[in-house]
């Protein structure tokens, strides 16, 4: 061990005290692989965050600087032509600023500093007021809304903006991935000293290979690195925010089979 090498063991057979000797020595080569695995699970997930980040950043780039260069150029002269130039140019800035807006997101809930603005909220009517916000773009896709929340107050210690955020990205993707027609239900019961929020649709499902590691980072639901609109940060980010909640979240789903995500939180 004193040259490096964690993996050793001791292995004697002696009286009780050397035992204990041997023991907590062997305890220790334990705990040092562990930390080492663990360590190297670390840095592996940086190594994949900016490798990953870099390509979603440089694929619009690369298409911007395209898109500029024939304008710059000259060698387009047609002025409905370079509308569309400049309007493709527009949509992949967004698109710029929307990953490094998420990216910034991630970063700031995985910092120790980083605390919830955590007051005393009505899940119920927390609930209504999240499904309002989004029920013209559920009206777009031809979903079929059903909403099961009790008209009993059930009381948390929400950051209402975070939670909001946590569950706004599940309905965002209930919402680009299925099709039209989808069923969509939002509901809320409490059991206990917790209450449950369910978002549930009858799609396309996830199938068991991604739902294993849907909630890491740069997890797609199509398994594709195709620029989608997402930042397969969005389910990493919805785990954090939970988990910042003292909460827990879960996905329950199949290929064909839908989707349902359950948020569990404490009540008071």
């Known amino acids: 061990m004193s040259e490096g090498y964690s993996d050793v063991e001791v292995n004697f057979n002696s ?35 900016i490798r990953d980040i870099s390509h979603d950043i440089k694929t619009p780039i690369t298409s911007i600087l395209g898109y ?37 997101i991630f970063s700031k809930l995985d910092s120790p500093e980083y605390k919830l603005n955590l007051q005393k909220y009505d899940l119920s009517e927390f609930l209504r007021e999240l499904v ?42 209930s919402l680009k991935y299925n099709k ?17 929020i369910s ?10 290979s991604v739902s294993k590691t849907v909630f890491e980072e740069f997890v797609r639901a199509d398994k594709s690195r195709k620029t989608d609109g997402g930042s397969g940060l969005g389910l990493a ?6 988990k910042l909640h003292g909460g827990d979240v879960r996905l329950y789903s199949g290929e064909n089979m839908g989707t349902r995500f359950e948020i569990k939180l404490k009540t008071i």
């Open 199 to 208: 978002i549930e649709d009858d799609g396309i499902g996830i199938s068991d």
């Open 132 to 173: 309002a916000l989004y029920y013209i773009d559920i009206e777009e896709k031809d979903f079929i809304l059903d909403i099961e929340i009790p008209e009993e107050e059930i009381y948390s210690m929400i950051d209402i903006k975070e939670l909001e955020r946590a569950i706004a990205n599940i309905i965002t993707n």
């Open 68 to 104: 500029s260069k024939a304008i710059v150029s000259g060698r387009v002269t047609d002025e409905e032509e370079k509308k569309i130039y400049l309007n493709y140019i527009y949509n992949k800035t967004n698109r710029i600023n929307y990953l490094v807006d998420e990216l910034f």
């Open 15 to 49: 009286y009780r005290e050397l035992n204990s000797i041997k023991e907590a020595f062997n305890s220790t080569v334990a705990k040092i692989e562990k930390t080492k695995e663990e360590k190297k699970i670390i840095e592996d997930s940086k190594k994949r965050i």
């Open 180 to 196: 039209k027609g989808t069923t969509l239900r939002v509901s809320l019961y409490k059991k206990d000293s917790y209450a449950k």
């Open 237 to 242: 980010i919805t785990r954090k925010i939970v």
